[in-house]
C-alpha cells in the first residue's frame, strides 16, 4: 500500500471542500472495496477524507411521502429495516444477497453505488486494464469471458457492475443526492448516474471532482410483488451471472431491471410495457442489441428463464 494522508471531515460540504482541494483524494466510510484495491495498489489515492463523522446514517420520511436514507446507512441496517422491508422488499433481498454479513455490517449506501465496476483481470495488475490503466488495452476481450457482460460494453472494457443493491435502486428510480466543494448541491437521477464504458471506462459515474452522495431517496412506495432473483455459481460470496429485480401487480404490469449482463445496472423502461406478454417478449426488448461472447452467451437466455420463473411466481403469489 501506497503512503497517503488522512483527515476527518465534519460537514458534508467540509468533506467536499477537503477533496477538492487536493487531487487524488477519496472519501472513505467502510472502505470494504477501497481499502482492498489500496493493499493492491490498484486505487492509490494520496489524501483520504473520512466521512464516518457526518451524521448521514438516518432512514428518513419525506414530506412528499418518499424515503430518504442517508448515505452512510449501513447495508444490514437498511436490509432490516422495517419501511424497507415492507415497502421495498426489492432492496431488502438484494442487499442481502449481497457479499456476506461481515461485509454487510461494514458497507455503506454510498460506497455501495460507488463500488468498482470489475472483473479479475481488472484486479490482476499484470494484466492490460483499461479501467487501471486508460488505453492500455483489455485482457479481457478474448480472455475468459464467462462473467462479464452481454451488452451495454465496449471495445475498451466488458467487466460486468457488481452490485446487487444498485439493481434495486435501478428499478426504484431512486435519487441520488450530492453536495459539491462550492456548497450547491443536486440530486442525480440513478438512470443518469452510471456512465457506459465508451472509450473511457475508468470514468464510471457522472460524479464531478470532490461531489459527495450524501443520500439516495426512493419514491412512495410501489405495491406489487417484489422479487430479486440472484443466480451465480455458489450460493454466496459470488457476483451475479444473471440477477433480475422486478415489481409485479396482480394485472401483470409492472417493472424490471437486471444485473450481471452490463456495465451498469440494466434497465430499459420501454421493456416494462411487455411484461404483460412474458418473459420472452420483454427479455428480448431488456436484451435488444446484446453482443455475447463464446463464454458468456448462455445469459441471454438464462434472463428469459430467471425472469419466466419470476413472473411463474408472481401469478401464484399474493404476498
Known sequence: MKAFTYERARTPAEAAAMAARQPGTRFIAGGTNLLDLMKLEIETPAHLVDVNGLGLDKIEPTADGRLRI???????DLAADVRIRRFYGVLSRALLAGASAQLRNKATTA????????CPYFYDTNQACNKRLPESGCSAIGGHTRGHAVI?????????????????MQLLD????????????RTIPIADFYRLPGNTPHVEHTLTAGELITSVTLPKPLGGKHVYHKV??????????????????????????????AHKPWRVPAADALLPQGAKATAASLLAGAKPMEDN?????????????ILADARTSKS
Open 111 to 118: 460506497g455501495n453505488l460507488l463500488q468498482r465496476t470489475r
Open 232 to 261: 451465480r455459481d455458489r450460493a454466496s460470496y459470488a457476483f451475479a451471472l444473471v440477477s433480475v429485480a422486478a415489481i409485479v401487480q396482480p394485472d401483470g404490469t409492472g417493472r424490471v431491471a437486471l444485473g450481471g449482463v
Open 297 to 309: 452467451a448462455f445469459k441471454v437466455p438464462l434472463v428469459e428463464r430467471t425472469l419466466d420463473a
Open 70 to 76: 442517508g448515505a452512510l446507512v449501513r447495508n444490514t
Open 152 to 168: 451495454g460494453h465496449s471495445d475498451a472494457c466488458i467487466a460486468t457492475h457488481p452490485s446487487d443493491m444498485a439493481v434495486a
Open 174 to 185: 431512486a435519487g441520488i443526492e450530492t453536495v459539491r466543494p462550492d456548497g450547491s448541491t
